[in-house]
């Protein structure tokens, strides 16, 4: 029986004492600035290339400052079949390098259709990762299959429960009928998390979290906090960090007291960081911003907790 | 500018005089049989080329009775790098037989990421389509990206809204608190059709259909009913015909007056149904297949009408 998940990722987290996610998503316009290079949307297969170029380099400067890597599976598909085998190989080569490797594809489909995703991603074909992102809408029918899949394995999932965006208000905080007694208790995210914990209460792993995990955006700490709080046994995955707004001391909140049970991605701000000193190679600018991120976390855990 | 999605699918419907969407979603398994081979998930690049082979000979049976096809991405992303490749020469020969092309991704993200989705399904890039079905869960910012792209190349979306599976109630049926005066108004998936036509109102095609269409399940025939009612422009893409239970009496209350406005899907009992004929070729069963469920459709209506 592979290790499970959840000890896994607590595994990453220690060896680099690290709570970042550095976020590979490769961006043409970002790569062509760092590679000096022109992505031709005519010629995919160059693009492709280039990209595999640059998230190597990427992947090696960052690793001693993470556990966990997230590619975004949007910025490999649409170049094509290409883009693909360059998914293949950044995927195949993180988890080399030691990390723990969440596509970020927020697949979500029922049946049949959710088994072959499953497979795809959480089994043993060519695009097998350590976790990846999901979508709820469709209920249970639309996570188990990947849970069938995944945890034999030692794989995992993060369902997205309440995500960084603005609009995330539209369906996501659309507040519930409880009871005539209870008016207006809950918001359909918070039912969702419940989903998201009774999912992951059925496989918890040694360090006492499920390999059901959460995605709660940094931008609302509020939500954060009330999260963390309900979903003692549940992995946050924290987007929004930096750009999107979400500050260290907020996402401080996503932590448990010993300092685990989430991740903090950040994408562009790391991978692309070398668009700020132009006489620095990239990678080494993606390295030091992964460190500077890492040391940014620490220091807010340690203020949380003092 | 190109010709507005909503007449396009509306003169695909009326060329093959069919409310029938043929599913292309090759399980290797029904492949396998249908070829005589055996699918092994070691050489993937060996399974994809079957099930082009396999897709080709099911889009030239099916073309007579159909006006549109809804790959389903789950099924050739299985099988990675090649399996993608199946998909762009599947989309393209749909494309080049006259037949709207549905990907069937449920694609679901913000920002950039959702940009460059958008541009992946809906731009010029190698797996180009028609139309793309995308997940709401986000909000607003999931959805305007594939709009500002699809847009302007009369390309359209197809929104999760109301699905067919069982645990479609876990987060669509949850009842939402309105005001004290309204108690327990609408559901989540009510208002999420509210949004679908708040977003498809920007974009009226001749026909008087919009460019955002809806997802609702043939299996919840009272709830299509009233989805019909309240959502008069918005295209149904209805799945769950047949094997999930849905009856050509019970979709035919997707449809306008003129018959119009609505495709249903069926997949599985179309392109394998060579498995109860082993004496027919598996592409002429297809081909018998989708007739018949042509005809079915065309008789529910005339009855619903007369």
Redesign the interface.
């Known amino acids: 029986m592979p290790e499970h998940f959840a000890d896994r990722i607590a595994a990453a987290v220690r060896r680099a004492q690290s709570r970042v996610c550095v976020g590979l998503?490769p961006?043409a316009e970002g790569v062509a600035r760092a590679l000096g290079v022109r992505l031709d949307?005519k010629d995919?297969a160059a693009a492709a290339a280039a990209i595999w170029e640059f998230n190597q380099r990427i992947l090696e400067a960052v690793q001693p400052y993470c556990g966990v890597v997230k590619p975004?599976s949007?910025?490999y598909?649409?170049?094509?079949?290409?883009g693909?085998?360059t998914l293949?190989r950044t995927i195949e080569r993180a988890r080399e390098l030691g990390l723990i490797c969440i596509l970020d594809a927020?697949?979500?489909?029922?049946?049949?259709?959710?088994a072959?995703?499953a497979?795809?991603?959480l089994?043993?074909?060519?695009?097998a990762t350590d976790a990846l992102t999901v979508?709820?809408?469709?209920?249970?029918?639309?996570i188990v299959p990947f849970l069938e899949v995944g945890r034999p394995r030692g794989r995992g999932i993060f369902v997205?429960v309440k995500?960084?965006?603005?609009?995330?208000?539209?369906?996501?905080d659309?507040?519930?009928?409880?009871s005539?007694l209870v008016?207006?208790g809950k918001v359909?995210y918070e039912?969702?998390a419940e989903?998201v914990a009774e999912w992951g209460a059925e496989s918890l792993g040694a360090c006492g979290y499920s390999d059901v995990g959460a995605v709660v955006g940094a931008t609302f700490p509020g939500e954060l906090a009330a999260l963390r709080e309900r979903l003692p046994k549940t992995w946050f995955l924290v987007p929004g960090y930096g750009r999107q707004g979400g500050s260290a001391t907020g996402v401080a909140l996503a932590f448990d007291r010993e300092g685990l049970g989430a991740v903090v991605n950040s994408s562009s701000a790391i991978i692309f960081a070398g668009k700020q000193y132009p006489d620095v190679h990239y990678a080494v600018a993606a390295g030091e911003a992964a460190c500077e991120m890492r040391d940014d976390l620490e220091a807010a855990l340690e203020a949380r907790h003092a």
Chains 1, 2 share one sequence.
């Open positions: 998503d961006a949307p995919p975004q949007a910025f598909e649409v170049w094509g079949p290409a693909i085998e293949r927020k697949r979500n489909d029922i049946a049949s259709t959710a072959a995703y497979d795809a991603y089994g043993d074909g060519p695009l979508n709820p809408y469709l209920g249970a029918d639309g997205l995500t960084s965006n603005p609009s995330s208000v539209d369906v996501q659309a507040r519930l009928f409880t005539l008016l207006g359909v039912r969702v989903l």
